[in-house]
């Protein structure tokens, strides 16, 4: 069992940044992908940024040159996000596992609000 804890959600306004943080019960992070969810009212969940195991990032086209996913060590991941913009809010999830399939493990989601 893995359990995910992020933080660093809230309210910014159009422009501005935010950094998430997640941190993993067990020193986890480099077993496996890992990475960022969003999902907004109404719409799927979509991979923001990821990273695989052997350490190959991907990011949305949505967020490419504006967010970048870091991983500080084996239990603790970043996202930090620059430029809000509107269309970036949403609930963000950190997850473990296997990203392709999104079978692993989830955190309980942090809240992202950008205004304009």
């Known amino acids: 069992q893995v359990q995910l804890v992020e933080s660093g959600g809230g309210l910014v306004q159009a422009g501005g940044s935010l950094r998430l943080s997640c941190a993993a019960s067990?020193?986890?992070?480099?077993?496996?992908?890992m990475g960022w969810y969003r999902q907004a009212p109404g719409k799927q969940r979509e991979l923001v940024a990821g990273?695989?195991?052997?350490?190959?990032t991907n990011y949305a086209d949505s967020v490419k040159g504006r967010f970048s996913l870091s991983r500080n060590n084996a239990k603790n991941i970043n996202l930090q996000m620059n430029s809000l913009k509107v269309e970036d809010t949403a609930i963000y999830y950190c997850?473990?596992?296997?990203?392709?399939?999104?079978?692993?493990?989830w955190g309980q989601g942090t809240q992202v609000t950008v205004s304009s």
């Open positions: 990273m695989t195991k052997g350490g190959t």
């Open positions: 997850f473990f596992g296997n990203i392709a399939t999104m079978s692993g493990y």
């Open positions: 067990r020193s986890v992070f480099s077993l496996n992908d």
